[in-house]
């Protein structure tokens, strides 16, 4: 099998809402002495046609500190993903996603269920990661599934099915040991569609999703990126083009009621924060229920934006194509 019929394989077995929102999540294959790694802001499902090739040395250098290494992995077209560190480690096929699931487990103030895996306390989403998962290991390469806090899901595997199997295996093993109902995600994400149609603004687009009081704070980081919650007075047209001008990102506006409308400058970009925002409500939801939501540091989202890596990322999502 080619290299990229495994990506499509990798982006089709993983690519469902259940294991990525928007563009999160990315995997990876080594073939000889290149990397292929998906590309950033992109769908995971689209790997095929939007990944990087990046020579397996430089990214090496990269990892180890190499400044000048890095700059020219990251300065790469298309750009590769900023987790890109992470993929030079272990075996020949690396899938890093945020299955619901997995994010029960690695966003709880607690473990649960007995489950057993070797887990990365919270970093910052980049080299750091790598770094931790490096020295969780020691001397062995990475094998098997990494839990990041407040964050995802890693395999390191031989194959695309194992990478496959391990990810949806364990995903299914947290949800029966958090007990009780979960909704269907898929449901969800339809109920909040059903509340209003996409419209357009002047610079954008908006959509009202499903009402909720929400107090700004993010269990994940992708909630701060892709649908940061802010509090105002209305979310009528006025408000939300203001947004759009001042906001270098996609925001959902929460008014004093509850109501909330998603706004982005781009259509694509809107429903990635549409899909983050549900994937978010589903897990605050069975987290607070079971008294188990552990929240990011208040002062995290402001650092996670300024991280160069999300600028980028921000910056791509708001070019027209």
């Not at 299955?99 to 029960?104: M, S, Y």
């Not at 080299?127 to 098997?144: D, S, Y």
């Not at 149609?197 to 908006?206: D, I, N, R, Y």
């Not at 409308?261 to 607070?288: F, T």
Request: aromatic share 6%.
């Amino acid at each position: 099998m080619s290299v990229e019929r495994e990506l499509h394989a990798l982006g089709s077995g993983l690519g469902a809402m259940r294991w990525v929102q928007g563009p999160g999540g990315n995997v990876s294959i080594k073939d000889t002495d290149t990397l292929f790694v998906k590309a950033s802001g992109v769908r995971l499902c689209t790997v095929r046609e939007h990944h990087a090739a990046v020579p397996l040395p430089l990214a090496r250098r990269a990892l180890a500190g190499d400044a000048a290494a890095d700059a020219l992995v990251f300065g790469l077209s298309p750009r590769p993903s900023l987790e890109t560190y992470f993929h030079v480690l272990g075996p020949r096929v690396v899938a890093h996603t945020h299955a619901l699931g997995a994010l029960l487990l690695a966003c709880a103030t607690a473990p649960f269920g007995g489950l057993e895996v070797p887990t990365i306390a919270y970093e910052r989403p980049g080299r750091g990661i790598a770094l931790a998962v490096e020295r969780t290991f020691g001397e062995e390469p990475p094998r098997g599934l990494v839990l990041l806090a407040s964050h995802g899901l890693i395999a390191f595997a031989d194959t695309v099915d194992e990478a496959i199997e391990a990810t949806q295996t364990f995903d299914e093993q947290v949800r029966r040991a958090i007990g009780g109902t979960l909704p269907d995600i898929d449901a969800l994400l339809g109920e909040s569609l059903a509340i209003g149609e996409v419209a357009p603004l002047a610079g954008g687009f908006s959509r009202r999703i499903a009402p909720r009081q929400h107090d700004g704070r993010a269990l994940f980081p992708d909630a701060v990126v892709y649908a940061g919650h802010l509090r105002t007075s209305d979310i009528g047209a006025a408000t939300a083009e203001r947004a759009l001008r001042e906001v270098a990102r996609p925001v959902v506006l929460v008014s004093d009621e509850g109501h909330r409308l998603v706004v982005a400058r781009r259509r694509e970009q809107l429903d990635y924060a549409v899909e983050v925002a549900v994937a978010h409500d589903w897990l605050d939801d069975a987290l607070s229920a079971r008294g188990l939501a552990h929240y990011l540091p208040d002062d995290e989202p402001a650092r996670i934006l300024d991280l160069p890596a999300e600028k980028y990322r921000l910056s791509h999502s708001f070019k027209e194509r």
